[in-house]
């Protein structure tokens, strides 16, 4: 157990620890107490940090929140927060709807026993196919090039430049 201990010791010293500069890398007379006595300086120091980033949490909140209000009350801020809220309505209830059909056939797939790894794997698909799809399709929606044309916007406008 002792020996585990060392080990794990080494190795969280070894994380915490700068790189060694050349000049000691060079020297090669520091000692094991040195340097563990230098990487716990430095996670002091790190941990020190830290906790003065922690300390200048409160009055940096304060400021993002006054920020977000100012942001809120400006006629971008207000449309922005309804396109959010509409986007959150909207989301949810396709989730809610997607997942009222959907649920019985997952609870199916779920409660399938399989015999052999071909079935388990088209189980699988299944699974991650009926999991994930409202995810997919709203990636796709979203994500597709918005800029597509239809045959019949190219037609049109390949006839308007020659009329």
Same mark, same amino acid.
């Given at each position: 157990m002792s020996w585990l201990l060392s080990v794990f010791c080494v190795a969280v010293l070894s994380l915490a620890a700068p790189a060694p500069a050349p000049a000691h890398a060079a020297s090669g007379d520091q000692s094991i107490a040195e340097w563990s006595i230098g990487a716990l300086a430095e996670s002091k120091a790190r941990i020190e940090s830290l906790a003065a980033d922690l300390a200048q949490?409160? +009055?940096?909140?304060?400021?993002?929140?006054?920020?977000?209000?100012?942001?809120?009350? &400006?006629? $971008? +801020?207000?449309?922005?927060?309804?396109?959010?809220?509409?986007?959150?309505?909207?989301? &949810?209830? $396709?989730?809610?709807?997607y997942w009222t059909y959907a649920y019985a056939p997952l609870r199916a797939l779920q409660s399938t026993t399989v015999q052999t790894p071909r079935?388990?794997?088209?189980?699988?698909?299944?699974?991650l196919t009926c999991g994930y799809g409202p995810v997919s399709a709203a990636c796709e929606s979203r994500c597709g090039p918005s800029d597509r044309r239809r045959p019949s916007d190219t037609a049109s406008a390949a006839n308007g430049r020659q009329g």
């Open positions: 949490a409160p +009055g940096e909140t304060r400021e993002m929140t006054d920020q977000t209000r100012k942001a809120l009350m &400006s006629g $971008t +801020g207000v449309r922005g927060f309804t396109y959010l809220l509409i986007l959150l309505l909207v989301g &949810s209830a $396709t989730e809610w709807l079935e388990a794997l088209r189980a699988g698909l299944r699974r």
